[in-house]
């Protein structure tokens, strides 16, 4: 089917089509153009004015991708590979935005969107086999798939400081960033200092009377190494993008980059040396694969060496003793959180005269007031406040959608523990549910379109498959959840990441129950297990035909 023979989906109250898809982003994008050739009738609903997902609403100053741009992007199509040239290094905000735009543009995708619609919630009908969508404008559409595209990083978190409504100034979350925001000559606070806030802190300190940094965790932040992509690179790339593509899905982080030695033992420690060096000199990703990735977050002695192998140079690059102690982190290991990368000299900044450094570990914020913040030791005077505060991620965005699934149970009340999913697919009690990039699929700790589009063939192939063999629903079994969660469990406490607490883990929003949420054990190990799994009739799934008791279990 060509892309304008898709069905045409014309909405009224009792109109049933075949799937709706919340998000209009990377996943939603793809996700509805697979549906699509596939002959369903298919409508996105999403909140914003516009596709992009988290391109559209992330658009601080200094916004950028830490994928390089060859790979952050779709691999499906070679005729938006063909047309489409990025001209940097790695992209900004508004060239990613401009990309989606593009490759919606191509696919014809906008005639099944609804922007500027909100899901309000969804619920699984168990008489008629269906999901009842409702929107913030009153619709109600039935379905026979529901699929989440809301991403990891969609739902801003903003701490809940005392005295917020008091301040006078003014104040935003990088994640819903005004189209127009005037810091010239202003006294700026910012807030966080995780990837967003190393992005943003330069940018800020440029435009600025006087900034300044709140930082409660110093981070590692490696060179990107940015600059402009030339023709005779872009040639090469695209001579050899079959090779890239089969690299970069057949990896642990969805990259097609080699590394330098498989592990730091048996190695002189001028060996070592010379091998961090390369890497952080080549910049960005590549310094993880100095060593296989894997080894470097699971083996403490080698992630040691890398850690202290950074510290020095933010030592270097920070003329203040004091400040540069500040920054070195120590309560982590290097890649227990998520590694930002550094785009345009962050650890510099703190070199201005116009800059300060404010620890909160030390001294805690306590209220704002009328002009500024109080800590326990001072006041800082400030006109206009930035929150780079992060998000409730890889659950908040789900669960605002308010899903009920089989006996009215909702997502929020089978989560009161944690995130609990099969293959981050999938979740049992919710049948014909899938989530793409859920909880416990490796998203974040990977290249994200390698894997969203992992995710949306594997959904594609499944209702395909049901299709075919007359299956109504799919839904995980009890037994194959409970053993992913503790597969994923079992993989994350053999490794460094429980060493730190990060939002991987939930740690950065009060109150909330903090399970290891992605799949650590790398794309290419969780490629195979899902294919095997479809190879496999689904095991692990319930299929049901309309009306008919539960097939066998696979």
């Known amino acids: 089917m060509s892309h304008d023979e898709s069905p045409a989906v014309e909405a009224t109250e009792a109109t049933d089509i075949d799937a709706v898809i919340v998000g209009a982003g990377f996943s939603g994008l793809y996700m509805l153009h697979r549906l699509r050739e596939l002959g369903l009738s298919v409508r996105v609903y999403e909140k914003g004015n516009g596709v992009g997902g988290t391109w559209y609403w992330n658009r601080y100053p200094g916004a950028r991708c830490d994928s390089e741009s ?6 499906f199509s070679d005729d938006i590979l063909d047309e489409w040239e990025w001209s940097e290094r790695y992209p900004e905000q508004p060239e990613i935005l401009e990309y989606l735009q593009f490759a919606a543009d191509h696919l014809e995708l906008r005639r099944d969107i609804e922007f500027n619609t909100e899901i309000t919630g969804a619920e699984f009908d168990e008489a008629s086999e269906t999901w009842t969508v409702a929107t913030d404008d009153g619709e109600r559409v039935s379905s026979q798939f529901f699929i989440s595209a809301v991403g990891c990083l969609s739902e801003p978190f903003l701490p809940d400081f005392d005295g917020l409504d008091d301040f006078e100034g003014e104040w935003y979350h990088t994640a819903r960033w005004p189209e127009s925001v005037d810091l010239e000559g202003k006294r700026v606070g910012v807030i966080g200092t995780g990837s967003t806030g190393i992005q943003l802190i330069p940018e800020v300190a440029e435009r600025a009377g006087h900034l300044s940094v709140l930082q409660r965790t110093p981070n590692y932040a490696v060179p990107a190494r940015n600059r402009p992509l030339n023709d005779e690179e872009y040639e090469e790339i695209r001579e050899n993008y079959d090779e890239i593509w089969s690299e970069a899905r057949d990896s642990r982080l969805g990259m097609p980059f ?8 048996q190695l002189s420690e001028e060996e070592i040396h010379e091998a961090l060096e390369k890497r952080w000199q080549q910049g960005g990703f590549r310094f993880l694969h100095a060593f296989e990735p894997g080894h470097t977050l699971s083996n403490a002695e080698t992630n040691e060496i890398v850690s202290e192998f950074i510290r020095d140079k933010i030592r270097e690059k920070v003329d203040d003793p004091d400040d540069a102690e500040s920054l070195v982190p120590t309560s982590h290991p290097y890649g227990a959180k998520r590694p930002p990368m550094d785009y345009n000299g962050y650890y510099e900044t703190y070199n201005r005269d116009d800059v300060r450094l404010v620890d909160v570990d ?5 209220t704002f007031t009328a002009d500024g913040i109080q800590t326990e030791t001072d006041h800082y005077d400030l006109d206009v406040v930035i929150f780079a505060t992060g998000f409730d991620a890889m659950t908040g965005a789900l669960l605002e959608l308010d899903i009920q699934g089989r006996d009215g149970l909702s997502i929020s009340e089978k989560w009161n523990a944690g995130p609990r999913t099969y293959l981050g697919l999938g979740i049992s009690g919710f049948p014909n549910l899938f989530t793409i990039t859920g909880p416990q699929s490796p998203s974040v700790l990977t290249n994200m379109p390698m894997a969203i589009e992992q995710h949306v063939e594997w959904i594609t192939d499944c209702i395909e498959h049901m299709q075919r063999e007359g299956y109504q629903t799919i839904e995980p079994t009890e037994e194959s959840e409970s053993q992913w969660v503790s597969q994923t469990n079992m993989l994350a406490d053999n490794m460094l990441f429980s060493e730190a607490e990060s939002w991987y883990r939930g740690a ?39 009306s008919d008791a539960p097939v066998a279990e696979q």
Request: glycine residues 6%; hydrophobic residues 30%; charged residues 30%.
């Open 362 to 366: 030390d001294a805690p914020i306590t």
């Open 70 to 75: 060859h790979i952050y992007c779709y691999s």
């Open 508 to 546: 950065n929003v009060p109150g909330k129950e903090q399970v290891f949420t992605p799949f650590p054990g790398g794309l290419d190990m969780y490629r195979d297990i899902c294919d095997r799994v479809a190879e496999d009739d689904y095991d692990g799934f319930e299929l049901r035909r309309a």
């Open 258 to 265: 080699d590394t330098e030695h498989n592990s730091a033992r």
